[in-house]
């Protein structure tokens, strides 16, 4: 069943302003023509929003009137009517006040309730003085308020228009200023320079000579004849920079310079400057007086004669035996918890297919489901120990690393 929105009673139907009431509220708020509800209060209170909200409360939806009221007044002016609309109408609740961001959609929703419960011939004359009201429409714009409006943007406008005159202003000033720098500077850069009367005048540059009809070619004067890499560096090269296998033989070791006019010579015929340092080749001989340099001037590099290598003896002899050598040591792990030491001697000597030394020790373990064990063997046995097919399945081995002493030990 539908309920009033004035007492929220049930049997409520639909009435005027799409409003669901019951007969008693309904006869309240739209009472029948000809009755004596008609009187009209002859208070009269001045409150533009209490006059907007009474005359819109039938024609607009209950948030949109929340809405425009919020967004118009104050949380100040809002609170006022609130008071004013408790103190006029006296409801049967309590007056609350409000409180945080809300505060003012709280108290718009507190007066429209009151104003709909209270009947309409109960109410007071809401009349507004200054018409600060709403804008619903164009019957609700206040002309004079536009009109202001445009006054203040005229004058902002005429602000804007001067200030804007003045920045032109300033701003061709100062490209007449740049133009007159500019000239002024190409003035003083254009001016001839004070010539001075004790500077004698400037002699004439020598024409070069002109190129002789006999001049080789170019093509010519490029080729050179093809040598080798130890002639070219003896013909041109100091004696101080010659490596020490192209210095003379092993009596004196030393090189000995050409003549100057050899080594002009030499350096014309190979395209070379003239004013460079010509240095003989050097000369090597052997002790049966053979040359050791080779076609092109260097000398072969003998390579030293390797050592011998150790050997180790196999005979076997009864006079003289060798020392014996240090045993091997093994580690293996992974074994049962409850592996002797015993166990894993009678296995390396039952396995192996020589008789050798064995010994064996228990070691700690961090855990305590598997064993390890550091074994001792000969060194011939190492090999055929650490084979995977020597041990059984899942037994790790490999060769035992002592821990290494630290040095402040």
Same mark, same amino acid.
């Given at each position: 069943?539908?309920?009033?929105?004035?007492?929220r009673?049930?049997?409520?139907?639909p009435?005027?302003?799409?409003?669901? /009431?019951?007969?008693?509220?309904?006869?309240?708020?739209?009472?029948?023509?000809?009755s004596?509800?008609?009187?009209?209060?002859?208070?009269?209170?001045?409150?533009?929003?209490? $006059?907007?909200?009474?005359?819109?409360? *039938?024609?607009?939806?209950?948030?949109?009137?929340?809405?425009?009221?919020?967004?118009?007044?104050?949380?100040?002016?809002?609170?006022?009517?609130?008071?004013?609309?408790?103190?006029?109408c006296?409801?049967?609740?309590?007056?609350?006040?409000?409180?945080g961001?809300?505060?003012?959609? #709280?108290?718009?929703?507190?007066?429209?309730?009151?104003?709909?419960?209270t009947?309409?011939?109960?109410?007071?004359?809401?009349?507004?003085?200054?018409?600060?009201?709403?804008?619903?429409?164009?019957?609700?714009? *206040?002309?004079?308020v536009?009109?202001?409006?445009?006054?203040?943007?005229?004058?902002?406008?005429? /602000?804007?228009?001067? $200030?804007?005159?003045?920045?032109?202003?300033?701003?061709?000033?100062?490209?007449?200023?740049?133009?007159?720098?500019w000239?002024?500077?190409?003035?003083?850069?254009?001016?001839?320079?004070?010539?001075?009367?004790?500077?004698?005048?400037?002699?004439?540059?020598?024409?070069?000579?002109?190129?002789?009809?006999?001049?080789?070619?170019?093509?010519?004067?490029?080729?050179?004849?093809?040598e080798s890499?130890?002639?070219?560096?003896?013909?041109?090269?100091?004696?101080?920079?010659?490596?020490?296998?192209?210095?003379?033989?092993?009596?004196?070791?030393?090189?000995?310079?050409?003549? #100057?006019?050899?080594?002009?010579?030499?350096?014309?015929?190979?395209?070379?400057?003239?004013?460079?340092?010509?240095?003989?080749?050097?000369k090597?001989?052997? #002790?049966?007086?053979?040359?050791?340099?080779?076609?092109?001037?260097?000398?072969?590099?003998?390579?030293?004669?390797?050592?011998?290598?150790?050997?180790?003896?196999?005979?076997?002899?009864?006079? /003289?035996? #060798?020392?014996?050598?240090?045993?091997?040591?093994?580690?293996?792990?992974?074994?049962?918890?409850?592996?002797?030491?015993?166990?894993?001697?009678?296995?390396?000597?039952?396995?192996?297919?020589?008789?050798?030394?064995?010994?064996?020790?228990?070691?700690?373990?961090?855990?305590?489901?598997?064993?390890?064990?550091?074994?001792?063997?000969?060194?011939?046995?190492?090999?055929?120990?650490?084979?995977?097919?020597?041990?059984?399945?899942?037994?790790?081995?490999?060769?035992?690393?002592?821990?290494?002493?630290?040095s402040?030990?």
């Amino acid at each position: 069943m539908p309920r009033c929105e004035d007492c929220r009673e049930t049997g409520a139907q639909p009435c005027q302003g799409d409003l669901v /009431l019951c007969q008693r509220c309904s006869d309240k708020r739209f009472p029948p023509s000809g009755s004596g509800r008609e009187a009209v209060c002859k208070d009269v209170i001045i409150n533009d929003l209490l $006059c907007f909200t009474v005359n819109k409360m *039938d024609t607009l939806p209950f948030d949109i009137i929340t809405k425009l009221c919020t967004e118009t007044y104050t949380e100040e002016e809002t609170e006022t009517a609130k008071r004013l609309v408790f103190d006029t109408c006296k409801p049967d609740e309590r007056y609350i006040k409000r409180k945080g961001g809300d505060k003012s959609k #709280a108290n718009m929703e507190d007066i429209q309730r009151v104003l709909h419960s209270t009947a309409p011939t109960s109410l007071p004359t809401f009349v507004s003085a200054t018409l600060h009201l709403p804008a619903v429409n164009l019957d609700h714009v *206040d002309i004079s308020v536009c009109m202001q409006e445009l006054q203040f943007v005229r004058q902002e406008m005429k /602000l804007i228009r001067d $200030c804007s005159i003045d920045s032109i202003r300033v701003q061709t000033e100062l490209v007449a200023l740049r133009k007159e720098i500019w000239e002024l500077k190409n003035r003083l850069s254009s001016a001839p320079p004070a010539a001075s009367c004790s500077a004698p005048p400037a002699a004439p540059c020598p024409a070069p000579p002109a190129a002789s009809s006999s001049a080789p070619p170019v093509a010519s004067t490029l080729a050179r004849p093809k040598e080798s890499y130890a002639n070219a560096v003896s013909d041109t090269c100091p004696s101080e920079t010659i490596p020490k296998s192209l210095h003379a033989g092993d009596s004196g070791r030393q090189v000995e310079r050409a003549s #100057a006019t050899k080594s002009s010579q030499a350096s014309r015929r190979r395209g070379y400057p003239s004013g460079s340092r010509a240095v003989a080749r050097p000369k090597s001989t052997s #002790a049966d007086g053979h040359s050791d340099l080779d076609s092109e001037g260097f000398r072969l590099v003998q390579r030293k004669k390797q050592r011998s290598r150790a050997v180790v003896g196999t005979a076997v002899s009864s006079s /003289l035996s #060798a020392a014996k050598s240090r045993p091997a040591e093994i580690f293996v792990t992974r074994l049962e918890p409850d592996t002797l030491t015993q166990d894993v001697e009678r296995y390396l000597t039952d396995n192996l297919s020589q008789k050798y030394s064995v010994s064996c020790s228990k070691l700690t373990t961090k855990y305590d489901g598997y064993s390890s064990f550091r074994v001792s063997v000969d060194y011939n046995a190492v090999s055929e120990v650490l084979s995977p097919s020597f041990w059984p399945c899942g037994i790790l081995v490999r060769r035992f690393h002592s821990r290494r002493r630290s040095s402040t030990s």
